[in-house]
């Protein structure tokens, strides 16, 4: 995720934006850039190495002139990590600089209007856009200028704008990207998130969607959309600064938790245009798809997880047979891959060793393969025929949450684009997934409401030494991933089964108190999951079962029941695993386990 700074005060603003940059560092980020801004213009710096460079390179900020700043580090959206792409970005008359936080949905045909009227773009950017529409539109009345470029801009933003003809002035305005101002003595801040702000100052402005600041030294102004002055409260920030990074919250892990009803929205809807479904710069087409008469997904950990849902998902939508496999063993048996196969490469990182090698294997196969990645211009993202890439932001906990959810929901997207151009399925049934993707974002919304039943049942599990996750079809898939979720944090002994497998020799652990989770949602097999259940419970079983909400028989069978609620069956798989990334969550916390960073564990598997 972004992250973005502006300085303006009565000292040099460059050392200030790169203390600030350092402080956003925890978001993670593959490029970083400062611009200020004095008598002789603006001074750029960018890096693709880490802020200490940009530090080493300018003296700690010392070489640049101008007590008025803007800076930014970039996690790659539209175009590579690279100097052309890393923000500040210049308009092509130089009057403008602008750092930016968020995607422009619509750039594409901005940038085609403005390439027809002569502009020349330098980066691949989505963000450059926005200072060349700034010089289009200004005509020496900053406001109006940027008010008309506001209303032209679709999708999500942050923006800290400079224009050389006010020198002592940072714009910024926002829309569903983060923005604060913090009022200093001698100085006014803006930032993405507080952590770059609390060393100085622990009043803030909190602009809504839409609203205007204008910046200096001595004050900050702000305005409406349509440009009428308003008053804004200041509140004052009780946060130290390690809990800032977190946004409040002790562990990344709930953080990210908490974020995925936004990653999952932004994952979505920067793809949807109308009812259609756009994946850019995609080199699958329909004469392309109809030529598969075979999909194998490859991955590892939960990303594999996220692909045994994609086999449920693309065998309905689809009818193409699909094959899941862990990279560690594809890439070391003989597979039946060739030019009739769509390989399908998921990893949130883009870096894990045995998924590449994978991915490699595959390509010479003679497969098209196309990876489901969220960090852009890393190496699978590179190796791959086609990318789509998940958006989530960075994920700094170990154990993935909003980066898992957000691969189904590219796989959901992707279900969709794909059944729409071969008709592979009923219309009806295609469009009722569709308009359930739609609603993904506020389902996981609604998820997340179970916490306070989830936290209770997660005090039970604080002696327990080994347990089970059972489910049928989509249950079980989310099985397999609640069973990892809690084994990776909690160090439970924790399996996940095919319910109809009990019976073929696990159920002889089933014994008094043995904790099983029973994952009821899938409701075509619903009676026989209630019969798998009676099986536990007659056995001693502690249940904990999770069902949709209205299931209320299955509480008959169970200890505890958490409900979530009803979407299509297949997006019900995004949906159950929240209670479980929260359970997983809080049986940690009790057993006191270091819940970001697991024993043993890596963020990024680089090696086999
Ligand atoms: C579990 C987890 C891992 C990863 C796996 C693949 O919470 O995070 O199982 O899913 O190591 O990593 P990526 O997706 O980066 O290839």
Not at 86 to 110: C, K, M, Q, R, T
Request: some cysteine; hydrophobic content about 40%.
């Amino acid at each position: 995720m972004c992250g973005i700074v502006g300085f303006a005060g009565k000292e040099p603003a460059a050392k200030f934006l790169l203390e600030g940059l350092s402080k956003l560092e925890y978001r993670g980020y593959d490029s970083a850039g400062i611009a200020t801004l004095s008598e002789g213009g603006f001074t750029v710096k960018k890096s693709t190495e880490r802020i200490e460079s940009l530090k080493a390179d300018t003296a700690d900020g010392a070489k640049l002139n101008g007590n008025i700043g803007i800076g930014h580090t970039r996690w790659a959206t539209h175009g590579a990590p690279s100097i052309p792409n890393a923000h500040p970005h210049l308009s092509a008359d130089g009057n403008f600089a602008v750092v930016h936080n968020g995607i422009i949905e619509n750039y594409s045909e901005i940038k085609a209007e403005l390439e027809s009227e002569g502009f020349k773009f330098v980066s691949q950017t989505d963000t450059e856009v926005i200072p060349m529409l700034l010089q289009k539109y200004y005509k020496g009345d900053l406001m109006q200028a940027v008010r008309a470029v506001a209303a032209r801009l679709e999708g999500s933003y942050a923006l800290g704008i400079l224009c050389a003809d006010y020198p002592e002035t940072i714009v910024a305005t926002r829309k569903f990207s983060p923005l604060i101002i913090g009022i200093g003595e001698g100085c006014n801040i803006i930032a993405s998130d507080v952590t770059a702000i609390v060393s100085h100052t622990k009043n803030v402005i909190f602009p809504e969607d839409g609203e205007i600041a204008f910046i200096t030294a001595d004050k900050a102004e702000l305005f409406d959309a349509n440009g009428n002055a308003i008053e804004k409260e200041i509140s004052a920030i009780g946060w130290d600064v390690a809990a800032a990074e977190k946004g409040g919250y002790d562990h990344f892990m709930m953080k990210e938790i908490k974020e995925q009803p936004r990653a999952i929205a932004q994952t979505v809807e920067s793809r949807i245009k109308g009812r259609e479904i756009v994946f850019e710069d995609l080199k699958l087409d329909t004469e392309k798809l109809k030529s598969f008469n075979r999909i194998q997904i490859i991955a590892c950990g939960s990303a594999y997880h996220a692909g045994i849902v994609g086999k449920y998902v693309f065998e309905e939508l689809l009818r193409i047979p699909t094959e899941v496999d862990i990279a560690s063993e594809y890439r070391y048996r003989n597979p039946i891959t060739d030019d009739k196969t769509l390989v399908i490469i998921i990893s949130q990182s883009g870096e894990t060793a045995d998924t590449l090698a994978a991915l490699k294997e595959a390509r010479e196969l003679g497969a098209h393969t196309l990876a489901i990645v969220n960090v852009v211009g890393s190496s699978i993202a590179k190796a791959a025929d086609d990318i789509i890439y998940t958006w989530a932001g960075p994920e700094i906990a170990v154990a993935t949450t909003k980066g898992y959810t957000t691969q189904l929901a590219v796989i959901y997207m992707f279900a969709v684009w794909a059944a729409r151009k071969l008709g592979s399925a009923p219309v009806e049934r295609i469009e009722a997934m569709f308009d359930g993707l739609l609603k993904l974002p506020e389902a996981t919304e609604k998820a997340l409401l179970c916490e306070d039943t989830v936290k209770e049942a997660a005090k039970d599990l604080t002696d327990t030494e080994s347990m089970f996750f059972i489910g049928r079809n989509i249950d079980y898939a989310v099985a397999l991933e609640a069973s990892l979720k809690l084994k990776e944090i909690s160090y439970i002994h924790s399996e996940a089964y095919a319910a109809g497998e009990l019976k073929h020799g696990t159920i002889s652990l089933i014994e008094e108190d043995r904790t099983v989770v029973a994952l009821c949602s899938y409701q075509r097999l619903l009676d026989k999951m209630l019969s798998n259940v009676k099986e536990v419970s007659a056995r001693g079983g502690h249940i904990v079962a999770c069902t949709t909400e209205g299931n209320t028989n299955v509480e008959s069978n169970a200890q505890r029941v958490i409900y979530i609620p009803e979407t299509d069956p297949l997006l019900t798989a995004s949906v159950e695993i929240i209670p479980f990334q929260l359970y997983s969550y809080y049986v940690a916390l009790y057993k006191g386990c270091d819940i970001d960073k697991p024993r043993n564990l890596a963020k990024s598997v680089t090696v086999e």
